[in-house]
């Protein structure tokens, strides 16, 4: 068929940008398709999609429904990879610890660090743990000094950009202080708990403008996929970082200041287990 002159390039130009336009339809359908299977899990291993299933329910407050989780991915066996053991065994003896059963939460913990945890949460737990129970005050030190350690050396934060790693870095330290003034409390330590105590709160106080405008940072791909899981990651470091310095407040008898880090936890967690606690310590204060 004749066509005039120019129409015939002006129609091969639009089929070939509406084949542009498809392909770049198709390209987004198969990205938001990608989207979805990372966030539901789907092609997860099992005892993956156990674990992060048990932490947002520890987050939002429902350690005996983590607790089941945990417990199941362990049963897991030979199948579980020892990283991932190791973290299946301090996330349960987190939800353990959360239900007040101290001494199986000590077993775990204490299998975990015999597997060894290179990342200092394992640590950390158990420090908290230890400060719940207000016993082995010598050994809370040290597992607050090498949870400390072992996380500024693996650099977490700095993979969500050096702006936050930085600030994320020095809410680290400041829960860091915070264990031990409570811990050196216990010791009857007094001068050098206040002084623990006072340095977590200036570190706080000094970065808080800081933290109020860093985020962590993450290409656009790994926006989508992770949603709203870096303000999380935001919001929990703030509220375990006040809440962990109230609790020193507390026994320091600051029951003021106490208060002012309890309402920023209230007001800052949004899963519910921090703010939970928190509403409860300012109930029990007035």
Not at 96 to 104: A, G, K
Not at 227 to 232: A, D, H, I, P, V
Not at 237 to 262: S, V
Request: net charge positive.
């Amino acid at each position: 068929m004749f066509l005039p002159h120019g129409l015939g390039c002006l129609l091969l130009k639009l089929d070939a940008e509406n084949l542009r336009l498809a392909l770049r339809l198709i390209q987004l359908l198969v990205f938001a398709a990608l989207i979805l299977v990372f966030r539901t899990g789907v092609f997860s291993r099992g005892y993956d999609k156990l674990l992060s299933k048990g932490l947002d329910l520890l987050l939002a407050g429902k350690p005996v429904e983590a607790e089941k989780c945990y417990r199941a991915a362990l049963d897991m066996g030979a199948k579980v990879p020892e990283p991932d053991r190791v973290r299946l065994l301090v996330c349960l003896g987190d939800a353990l610890i959360d239900q007040n059963r101290y001494d199986e939460a000590k077993q775990y913990l204490t299998q975990a660090l015999a597997l060894v945890d290179p990342t200092g949460s394992g640590q950390g737990s158990m420090c908290d743990l230890l400060l719940a129970q207000k016993a082995e005050p010598e050994k809370a030190i040290e597992m607050a000094d090498e949870a400390m350690r072992l996380q500024a050396q693996g650099r977490v934060g700095q993979a969500f950009g050096s702006r936050w790693g930085a600030v994320s870095q020095e809410f680290y330290e400041a829960i860091t202080w915070a264990r031990k003034s409570q811990a050196l409390h216990m010791l009857e330590r007094q001068t050098e708990a206040q002084q623990a105590l006072d340095r977590a709160v200036r570190i706080v106080e000094t970065s808080k403008s800081e933290m109020s405008q860093a985020m962590p940072q993450a290409s656009l791909n790994a926006r989508l996929i992770l949603g709203n899981r870096l303000r999380r990651m935001k919001d929990l470091l703030i509220a375990g970082t006040y809440w962990r310095i109230g609790l020193a407040l507390l026994d320091m008898h600051d029951n003021t200041k106490a208060t002012e880090y309890f309402k920023v936890v209230r007001d800052t967690d949004s899963m519910g287990k921090y703010r939970n606690l928190a509403q409860k310590q300012l109930d029990s204060i007035a």
